[in-house]
């Protein structure tokens, strides 16, 4: 078993963006807007501060209390995409229920969207792939960099993904289709998942459900990428029984230092994409 060293690789991306970056006369800035107080995304955007400051991309954060009303972050946004100092908008997920997710996500200028949320780009991306939408979705890219990275061959091999969601699972499966394996995607309403996973040649799980694989559940020599992240206590856990499911996979993302630093490197890989623009 291989270790899929997500901090390693992003430590590598970091710096080639370094490079790109002080050859560029205008440093690219990334804005974060941040409503509530939750925090787990507190914590997420102190990361992504820390990892801008590494790149040499400029950071701000716009912190907003929890009340905070719709037509104020939509007017944030608005002044943000005005501002030819921003190079590239992010909104931390979630958001307070009573703001409407989509309309703030549409709000972002399409060649501001860091996070490769708006329609018009993730419709690009699911249509030609990432170099048509100039952006791509962070965590899903930031996996076929970790693949490839450790030539691990996705063309001809069959993959599930466990998870559907727009920022996982659905570009997940497309970034795998785009290259050649034959897709599942599974999630909450599958039956007897068990006879999907044993089947996987790579198997990438994102659902928020500690555990959730098991030795079982897969087979041996499996490519497994855990995206979970579940906090018990101060200690943070996969959706992957990493102890029991380890001694069956050929590679394996640790949780943490798997998924999340590569999908942060991605984070501003985009981000100076958008700036070339």
Sequence with gaps: MQLLDGKKLSGKIILDLKKQVSRRKKKPVLAMILVGNDP????????????CAKAGIGSRVFTFPEKTSEREILEIISSLNANGNISAIMVQLPLP????????????????????????????FVQNGEEYSIVAPATPLGIIKLLKENKIKIEGKNAVVVGRSNIVGKPMAQFLLNRGATVTVCHRHTKNLKSYTQKADI????????????????????????????????????????????KKASFITPVPGGVGPITIAMLLWNTVRLAQK
């Design 203 to 246: 198997l990438v799980v994102a659902v928020g459900k500690m555990n959730l694989i098991k030795a079982d559940m897969v087979q041996k020599g499996v490519v497994v990428i855990d995206v979970g992240v579940n906090r018990k206590g101060k200690r943070i856990f996969g959706d992957v029984d990493f102890a029991s499911v380890s």
């Design 40 to 51: 787990a995304s507190k914590i997420y955007v102190d990361r992504k501060k820390i990892f």
């Design 97 to 124: 229920k009573h703001m409407d997710k989509n309309k703030i996500i549409e709000a972002i200028d399409p060649q501001k969207d860091a996070d490769c949320l708006h329609p018009l780009n993730f419709g690009r």
